[in-house]
């Protein structure tokens, strides 16, 4: 061995000194075999939390039916929980969901892609480094704010133009719902269109067609599946907001299109009856998972199918 | 080792400047990595064929290859990193000081102590110089400051970078230039004293200047340490090494001395390939 | 020939259609300033309204009925307490996931199952998780609509973005550091340890940021809880029942059509809520401007 020529002119040599440790390396060997045990089983507390979630819903849930036949849950288009002969029908609350979902989309929807379309192929570097972290801040901003925004101040102004509009109706949180999803469809749809890649532009650009025309015959075609993700989740979100409607759409559980009326999402439900004295193992109690869960399943469904979308059709470069 | 004398002879006759140094070579020098019938498959690509390989202590083995030739894998399978890529399978054997480097008993840890690695890009840590240094050293249980001081130096110095650095040791590695920070990454390893330092293409990222200040030092450390480099620049495998593989299709083609080797090839694959005409 | 036609009308029309270009140039920006302007409104009706009420005695006095003497004390001490269990279990739980994920899980079954899993879990709305806590830590544990119930369900609410968020930071750390590390004899726990999460931190810090502002500003899971409206004494313990300042906003606003003046406490509520998160949101965006990158 010639490796004592570098440890020799030293009184301290190292790979001996290495050597010795090795002996006293249990602890490690411990940590090796334990820590990533140990990792597994945070990991799992994410399984456990969708377990719990399943098990919560479902469990309570099935009380419920065994009360109220589960076709005249999904049919019943009369939901009054605590009069003499109460009725579960959830047509009133899906009704509500859906119409706030709808008018949110409306905003969002034209809003967000036409922001898209600027913050891709219209403006510069420079500017879309101002304008997209400032879209983002309206995503952060909490939806109770919204609530209170939709309720002090949207629907006053809504009433002074359209005085049929009741102090909480439908039309308000709907509207007010669709600003808060705009950066969602704006930031997705961007990500998608600019992820188009710059050649295929730039084939069209070569034949002379306008930055417009390259947009919609070639960009939206090619970044399509991303964009209608992105409303699929947006509406997902719409679908699944709690307090802007709780606050401005107040609790009346008519069956109605009207957008003047008060209307209660499956959302708001939940708060109500949770926030009031439902007393344990009553039908009123229970209900709340039924309508739970009915909530979760759409919301699922809607995630999924975002994700299928996006899989599905992703086009090829 | 029946090939010592042989070796040892040539090794004589080509240092008789220094008939000390060329006595003790010869006295000295063993196999340290005896590869023997060694494949290698990346999932189904058969990426080293019945590799068969002899290298010395106290020498620079070159391996030389055009892309693809296997030559970066091999150099990898001899610390075992090449597991870090999923979906590999290994046969034959690897004999590191008389022990099958390839049995699943040993451990890769211990091994990696041994064979220190200098990478193709240098790749310090993102901490200061000091850090870099100690890091060898503390994974391994050393925690005197007072050792840990001299380990840095020492090492430092013996990756002629010492003067450079001395002053700005608690500095990020990153600011140093690309050569500096490939001399840290050779002083990084040297910090544990290894017997065998395995070279990637170390000089692939760097200037003309900053390679020769690369391959005076390997000269330097090939006193102390078994270097063993791949490379695909030509001309730097014939400065440096005493011995070069040359290897084609994840095979041994030949493997000589490397004025032989240069002079001399007795394959025409190497001929064609040392000559230029293709790679 | 038709084809020759085509090209000499060519000229004219191009005028058009860049013009048609330009004009729906402006739209698109228009659009995109729209979002901002309603924010805008939103911002300077919130000062508006409650600017005149946020003084030093609304931060420190105690929940009372009389707007005059209302104060948020309580809210913001309960929000402090909840932020104590949320921050060091998800810190725990997220980035000990992301770890397992992106270092230890083989491709496979499980690792997939937990993505997939994890990925759900980010869309399901946040009152879901206010059953959820509901039935497990209010009345299965029986901690009551104490200061840990409210912890725990927001942090299994914000798990899924701090997770995210750790992978993201995990992944961008360069293989070559890792190849160093094991290349120096280190083993896989030591080289996470000592180079995969140090170079990591300042990501993983700014996502923990962004989680905790998303758990700060939650509150359908709270009123699910059963959060008290009206408490007048001061939370002291992971034990105690609280309120935190969503809730105060949301029944404030709710009965402002009762007493007025409660829609000013809300706005200045509100105000509070939105510079707490602005405060977080720098910090957040100092961490990712000051340690990006050095390698």
Known sequence: MTSHSKKENNAVSVSEMIAQNKQKKSFHNFNEKSIPVFLFLLASITILTTIGILYTLISEAIHFFMEVPILDFFTGTELKPLSQDPQFGILP?????????????????????????????????????????????LAGIPTIVYGFFAFTFVTPIIR????????????????????????????????????????????????GT???????????????????????????????????????????????????????????????????????????????????????????????????????????? | MSTLTEKGIKIDLQTSQDDKEALSQIKEKSVIYDTKNLDLWYGNSHALKNINLEILENEVTAIIGPSGCGKSTYIKTLNRMVELVPGVSTSGSISYKNKNILDK????????????????????????????????????????????????????????????????????????????????????????????????EPTSALDPISTLKIEELMKELKKQYTIIIVTHNMQQAARISDKTVFMLNGEVVEFSETDQLFSNPSDKRTEDYITGRFG | ???????????????????????????????????????????????????????????????????????????????????????????????????????????????????????????????????????????LMAFGNVVLAGGLTLSLLVLPILVVSAQEALRAVPGYLEEASYGMGATKWQTIRRIILPAAIPSILTGAILAMSRAIGETAPLTVLGIPALLIPLPGGLFDTFTALPMQIYYWTLDSSLVAEYANLAAATIIVLLVILFILNSIAIFIRNKYQQSY
């Open chain 1, 93 to 137: 609350l899906l009704n509500g969901t859906l119409i706030s979902s709808i008018i949110a989309i409306l905003v969002a929807g034209p809003i967000g892609l036409m922001s898209a379309i600027y913050l891709s192929e219209y403006a510069s570097d420079k500017v879309r480094r101002v304008l997209k972290p400032l879209l983002e801040v």
């Open chain 1, 160 to 207: 002074a133009i359209w005085p049929q509009v009741e102090a909480t109706n439908i039309l308000s949180p709907g509207l007010v719902m669709g600003v808060m999803i705009i950066p969602m469809i704006a930031s997705l749809s961007e990500d998608a269109m600019s992820s188009v890649p710059n050649r295929i532009r730039e084939g069209s650009l070569a034949m």
């Open chain 1, 210 to 317: 306008t930055r417009l025309e390259t947009t919609f015959k070639v960009v939206i075609p090619a970044a399509l599946s991303g964009i209608i993700a992105s409303f699929v989740l947006a509406i997902s979100r719409a679908i699944g907001e709690t307090m802007i409607v709780t606050i401005a759409s107040g609790s009346s559980k008519n069956f109605t299109f009207d957008l003047t009326q008060s209307m209660q999402t499956m959302t708001a439900y939940i708060v109500e009856v949770s926030g009031g004295e439902a007393p344990a193992g009553s039908t009123l109690h229970y209900s709340l998972y039924a309508v739970a869960l009915t909530l979760f399943a759409f919301t699922l469904i809607m995630n999924l199918l975002a994700k299928y979308v996006s899989r599905k059709f992703r086009e090829e470069y």
């Open chain 2, 105 to 200: 008993s040993i451990k890769v840890e211990d091994l990696r102590t041994q064979v220190g690695m200098v990478f193709q890009k240098p790749n310090p840590f993102p901490k200061s110089i000091y850090e870099n240094i100690v890091y060898g050293p503390r994974i391994h249980g050393i925690k005197k400051k007072a050792i840990l001081d001299e380990i840095v130096e020492k090492s430092l110095r013996g990756a002629a970078i010492w003067d450079e650095v001395k002053d700005r040791l608690h500095q990020n590695a990153y600011g140093l230039s690309g050569g500096q920070q490939q001399r840290i990454c050779i002083a990084r390893c040297l910090a544990v004293e290894p017997d065998v330092i395995l070279m990637d």
């Open chain 3, 1 to 139: 020939m038709a084809k020759s036609q085509a090209v000499m009308r060519q000229p004219n029309k191009i005028n058009a259609r860049v013009r048609i270009n330009t004009f729906w140039k402006s739209i698109f920006f228009l659009s995109t300033l729209f979002g901002l302007f309603v924010l805008a409104i939103l911002i300077y009706r919130v000062v508006a309204d409650g600017m005149a009420w946020l003084d030093l005695s609304f931060l420190t006095s105690r929940l009372s009925t009389d707007p005059n003497t209302a104060g948020i004390s309580g809210a913001i001490l309960g929000t402090l307490w909840v932020m104590l269990v949320v921050i060091p279990v998800t810190l725990i739980v997220g980035v000990g996931t992301a770890i397992y994920l992106e270092m230890y899980a083989k491709k496979g079954f499980m690792k997939s199952i937990i993505e997939t899993n994890i990925a759900n879990l980010a869309g399901v709305p946040s009152i879901v998780y206010g059953l959820l806590g509901l039935t497990v830590f209010v009345r």
